[in-house]
């Protein structure tokens, strides 16, 4: 079981500036009175008791807690300390200055293919070192790809918000129906067993928006979106794909597979001739295709614009369309657990409250 510190944090660390927020509370720089190093805070309120709707269960907080002891790779946001009051747990981790990687790809002119690999490469790194020890991250999207710093000219990918991830044991079953919509695998969506090969769908989606600047599964709202998803319903369009490489093509259809044994593991993705080319003529075309820029910059900008706003819940919608729950304890309870179902990011008290409420109604 993860060891809490009972110190208060505030003693041993001079806390800065908000960096961000997420479901359950606030991210900030703190600065380390002893040393004057800069990290990052977690907060985490707790659920003050088993009837609040309010705050994490600790259960889920010590399990985000093992994940992160677990996972030391430089792809990786790593923890340093855990800190723990009646109300909250503060999670110290590594300070991650660089932004998003799709903000600091959408201020640049233009970028080729294989500049594009640089990071994906990256990203597949720290998921096949995670998936090697069999944790699942549950939520890859864009917000939660960082980067080291964004003044280096190749920053360090840094995966973080391990608040969804599992440990999967061998012989048990795991589902669960959070996540965001855009980026979630059938299995999710369906209710049945989920495995590492959920996360290299979403791995898959980010890939496809990220040459083409679409999404795509996206529908006009939600449920058309997760139709979209189960039905496998997506293409190549030629007015989006127009400078893409057909291997960067052929490596995006072998994540979108229903079927998740069948599709790429992190492994095999490493080796694909996309990311590493077997060929003079392989490596030149990835030089030469660029991603559609244009179309990017948009998606971003619109992307951005939905972070600033407070999303219906992606298991909200599961639930209302009652596409999938086998039976409704176990749903009322993934409900319940349901951390990362909005694409914001700035969600405030009360529109937990709604949300919470929502999800258990
Ligand atoms: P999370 O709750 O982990 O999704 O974090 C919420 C937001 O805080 C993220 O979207 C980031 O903008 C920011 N953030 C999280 N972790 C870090 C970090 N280690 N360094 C800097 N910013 C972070």
Redesign the pocket.
């Known amino acids: 079981m993860a060891v809490f510190k009972l110190d208060n944090v505030e003693d041993l660390y001079e806390i800065g500036e908000i ?9 900030r ?1 703190v600065r380390e009175r002893a040393t004057g190093t800069r990290w ?1 805070a ?1 907060f985490l309120k707790l659920r003050r008791n088993a009837s609040s709707r309010l705050g994490l269960e600790r259960k889920n907080v010590e399990r985000e807690v093992e994940i992160l002891q677990a996972l030391q790779h430089g792809n990786i ?1 790593a923890l340093r300390d855990v800190f723990e009051n009646r109300a909250e747990v503060v999670l110290i ?5 660089g ?2 990687l799709f903000d600091f790809i959408a201020a640049k002119e233009s970028l080729t293919e294989s500049e594009a690999i640089e990071f994906i490469e990256q990203i597949l790194q720290g998921v096949g070192y995670m998936h090697s020890k069999n944790i699942a991250h549950f939520d890859l999207k864009p ?2 790809i ?1 980067l080291s710093d964004k003044d280096s000219l190749l920053p360090d990918i ?1 995966i ?4 969804l991830a599992q440990c999967l044991t061998q012989g048990e079953e795991y589902r669960s129906m959070c996540g965001t919509p855009q980026y979630i695998a059938p299995e999710v969506i369906n209710y049945t067993p989920l495995s590492v090969a959920t996360d290299m769908w979403s791995i898959g989606v980010i890939t496809y928006i990220l040459l083409s600047g679409m999404s795509p599964f996206q529908g006009d709202t939600n449920e058309e979106t997760l139709r979209n998803i189960v039905e496998m319903n997506y293409e190549f369009d030629d007015r989006h794909f127009k400078q893409t490489t057909a291997m960067a093509k052929d490596f995006i259809q072998k994540l979108l597979v229903k079927e998740q044994s069948e599709r790429m593991t992190a492994e095999e993705c490493l080796l694909h001739p996309w990311i590493k080319p077997l060929t003079k003529k392989q490596a030149a075309n990835r030089k030469r295709s660029s991603i559609n820029m244009r179309n990017f910059k948009k998606f971003n900008a619109r992307r951005k614009w939905k972070m600033s706003y407070n999303m219906v819940s992606a298991c909200t919608h599961l639930s209302r369309m009652q596409l999938l729950c086998k039976t409704r304890d176990t749903e009322n309870q993934e409900l319940r657990q349901c951390e ?1 179902d909005q694409e914001d ?1 700035e969600t405030n008290r009360a529109s937990l409250m709604r949300r919470r409420l929502s999800s258990s109604s």
Not at 160 to 163: E, R
């Open positions: 960096l961000g927020s997420g479901h359950f509370g606030q991210v720089e990052a977690k946001m981790v590594e300070l991650i200055s932004g998003e917000e939660n960082m840094k973080i918000d391990f608040g990362s990011t």
